[in-house]
């Protein structure tokens, strides 16, 4: 007998994931940020985005039924875990571990003849907007800093998908909701001053809304100039991610 969703969720957790939920592919495609890609045509989608693979379609768009989110911690005190690293698969060690983790999640589906291929991280590589995918999930909400928030993480974490050829039941939404009464830190923590709420905000429609991705952009950039060059690791900025009080780890 296949495995449902909920056996399915504690295989990744079982795996190494401390996270995951199921969203169906019909659903990611009304999402607000699909939209956007299909607009964009997969243009001008730069979003800071480091290593060698072009610009590629979207295969789970149509290949595949389901996705699984998949989350690792990432810890304030092993910041490693997100350089980016010539040599390392997936360019950095937290990516390394989820894409291992969907191996053997892959490995595990095809015995009950499921299939499934792992998506690369960045839209215009061929993924999708993990944090929308990963709140449809039911693993979390878009705090006030832009960022998904998880219960026990907090902002400290890394996403995966892994596309299911088969269909799954979607993982039940959460009801965690930290940034009301929170003092925000995360919000003051930006060096480019890339976000425009304020803490108790509770107006924001959007993921994007209060919101400046072109100067979150510009700090990333800055990031890879001045790690640039052969052995160096490009260490990006996580102020905010690690300014949020809800990380347990």
């Not at 690792?72 to 390392?88: F, I, M, R, S, T």
């Not at 291929?117 to 215009?124: G, L, N, S, T």
């Not at 832009?146 to 995966?160: D, E, M, Q, T, V």
Request: hydrophobic share 35%; proline share 6%; net charge positive.
């Amino acid at each position: 007998m296949s495995p449902d969703t909920k056996e399915l969720v504690a295989k990744a957790l079982d795996l190494g994931a401390f996270a995951a939920g199921v969203v169906s592919v019909e659903d990611m495609l009304e999402t607000s940020s699909s939209q956007y890609v299909r607009e964009k045509a997969l243009a001008d989608l730069d979003l800071g985005s480091v290593g060698p693979d072009k610009k590629a379609a979207p295969h789970w768009r149509n290949k595949a039924l389901s996705l699984l989110i998949l989350a690792v911690a990432h810890p304030k005190d092993e910041p490693q875990l997100d350089y980016w690293e010539e040599g390392v698969r997936g360019g950095t060690r937290g990516n390394k571990i989820l894409i291992t983790i969907n191996q053997k999640l892959g490995q595990w589906l095809m015995g009950f003849g499921i299939n499934s291929f792992d998506v690369p991280y960045y839209p215009e590589k061929g993924g999708l907007y993990l944090k929308d995918a990963a709140v449809l999930a039911g693993l979390g909400v878009i705090g006030l800093n832009n960022l998904l928030l998880i219960p026990g993480l907090g902002a400290a974490h890394r996403l995966r998908a892994l596309a299911l050829k088969s269909e799954f039941v979607t993982s039940p939404a959460t009801d965690y909701n930290p940034c009301p009464g929170c003092p925000a830190p995360c919000l003051k923590a930006c060096p480019e001053k890339a976000f425009t709420r304020k803490a108790g905000d509770s107006s924001h429609s959007g993921p994007q809304s209060g919101y400046k991705r072109e100067l979150c952009h510009l700090q990333m950039q800055k990031n890879i100039k001045k790690n640039s060059g052969k052995g160096k690791a490009i260490r990006f900025c996580r102020r905010c991610e690690e300014a949020c009080p809800e990380a347990k780890v």
